[in-house]
Nanobody, 120 residues
Framework: QVQLVESGGGLVQAGGSLRLSCGASGSGISINAIDWYRQAPGKQRELAAG???????NYAASVKGRFTISRDNAKNTVYLQMNSLKPEDTAVYYCAAEVSHRTGWTRNLWGQGTQVTVSS
């Protein structure tokens, strides 16, 4: 079984912080590139942050300076550190990644989503 497992969502007051995690499970699986998307009811899905296999990061203007995406290859996990959270950040956050197996094949996967709620 190959899947992405997300964790770290929750309820936080404005100005608080959360750290989301996205890990790849399965023997011999590693994460290449990964993006964090978010979607709130009635709104379009948007790309919040991404990191390439080479470690190059990019951020939406709305989160730049507040969010940091990073990866820990030893733990096969990617993190999204979210600081100075605003009510506008409330959404379901999904990780989407290209994963590879040591034998050479690759595929794209989505995490199950984790709810982030920021109160006023």
């Amino acid at each position: 079984q190959v899947q992405l497992v997300e964790s770290g969502g929750g309820l936080v007051q404005a100005g608080g912080s959360l750290r989301l995690s996205c890990g790849a499970s399965g023997s011999g699986i590693s994460i290449n590139a990964i993006d964090w998307y978010r979607q709130a009811p009635g709104k379009q899905r948007e790309l919040a942050a991404g990191i390439t296999s080479g470690g190059v990061t990019n951020y939406a203007a709305s989160v730049k300076g507040r969010f940091t995406i990073s990866r820990d290859n030893a733990k096969n996990t990617v993190y999204l550190q979210m600081n100075s959270l605003k009510p506008e950040d409330t959404a379901v956050y999904y990780c989407a990644a290209e994963v590879s197996h040591r034998t050479g094949w690759t595929r794209n996967l989505w995490g199950q989503g984790t709810q982030v709620t920021v109160s006023s």
